[in-house]
């Protein structure tokens, strides 16, 4: 007998249902956004808005890193020090800078620049985009915890202005190092937080496939780190981001930059100091009624 249409065997196996694809949250996109190849880096950005460059080598002590660079440059004609930590660009070039991540020697250099730019009264600017301080034995083993403790009170006692700007990724202390600044700037999709997702998940769930789910608890995008006080203005990115139009974000960037260092330049040294005290001593404080 000939079988009628749509009629099944009934020892047919089923087909598993297909399961729809999960949508990706928006606190991992942004993540993946912040993280972009194409996204400029710090290098990019002051090679954009500063001019006149002039490089300090060494940190005195151990040896010259080249995951960071800083040095004396002008900022609309204005005598500043600007530092910033360096990725490279090619495959070759990221391995020799180790990704962005500095060693203690690294941070010391740029407090030994800090140190001169307060000498010499130069506001100091920052550029940040590094998943955290090279964690290598070799720089635990001369002092990267202590180095970065170290920036960390000595950034907060510097009697000059101080402006950090968090371009693509800013991971744990080793951002941290370089923000201890009057005003922290965010670009708009980058991330800025404690630790890195793939990291978090790994120690929550002991599964890194969960960096998702991390990123979301994590808080870290510019919305959430502006809400809980950690930063102080975000730039506005072009559409589609910072790496669709490079010079355009370079411009927001600068215009911002402009904005921050004419307020402090207003404010009395004191003044600017115990702002800038008050400002961190009252982060992470919460209060149940």
């Known amino acids: 007998m000939s079988e009628q249409p749509g009629t099944k065997h009934l020892d047919e196996p089923k087909r598993p249902a297909v399961e729809p694809a999960q949508p990706?949250?928006?606190a991992w996109a942004r993540t993946e956004l912040a993280?972009?190849?194409?996204?400029?880096?710090?290098l990019a950005f002051m090679e954009r808005i500063f001019t006149d460059y002039s490089e300090i080598h060494g940190d005195r002590a151990f040896g010259d890193d080249p995951a960071m660079t800083c040095g004396m440059a002008r900022f609309e004609?204005?005598?500043?020090?600007v530092i910033a930590n360096l990725k490279g660009r090619s495959t070759k070039e990221k391995v020799h800078r180790r990704f962005g991540m500095p060693d203690p020697e690294g941070y010391r250099k740029a407090l030994r620049a800090m140190k001169f730019a307060e000498k010499f009264n130069r506001p100091v600017f920052t550029l940040i985009d590094l998943m955290g301080a090279n964690p290598g034995i070799g720089a635990e083993e001369r002092g990267q915890a202590e180095a970065i403790a170290r920036n960390l009170r000595e950034m907060s006692r510097l009697r000059i202005p101080t402006i950090a700007t968090?371009?693509?990724?800013?991971?744990?202390?080793?951002?941290?190092?370089?923000a201890m600044a009057d005003r922290v700037l965010?670009?708009?999709k980058a991330i800025y937080s404690v630790i890195s997702p793939e990291a978090c998940a790994s120690i929550m769930w002991r599964d890194a496939a969960k960096r998702a789910e991390a990123a979301v608890a994590l808080k870290a995008t510019a919305d959430d780190v502006f809400g809980f006080g950690c930063v102080d203005d975000i730039v506005p990115e072009p559409e589609g981001g910072a790496h669709a139009d490079p010079v355009a974000a370079a411009e927001l960037l600068?215009?911002?930059l402009r904005c921050h260092l004419s307020e402090l330049q207003a404010l009395p040294t004191g003044e600017m100091l115990r702002r800038r005290y008050d400002k961190f001593r009252n982060i992470a404080q919460f209060y149940t009624v």
């Open 24 to 26: 990706v949250p928006p």
């Open 35 to 42: 993280r972009h190849p194409q996204r400029p880096d710090p």
């Open 77 to 81: 004609g204005q005598e500043v020090l």
């Open 166 to 178: 968090i371009t693509g990724e800013g991971g744990s202390g080793g951002a941290l190092g370089l």
């Open 186 to 188: 965010m670009l708009e």
């Open 254 to 256: 600068a215009e911002k």
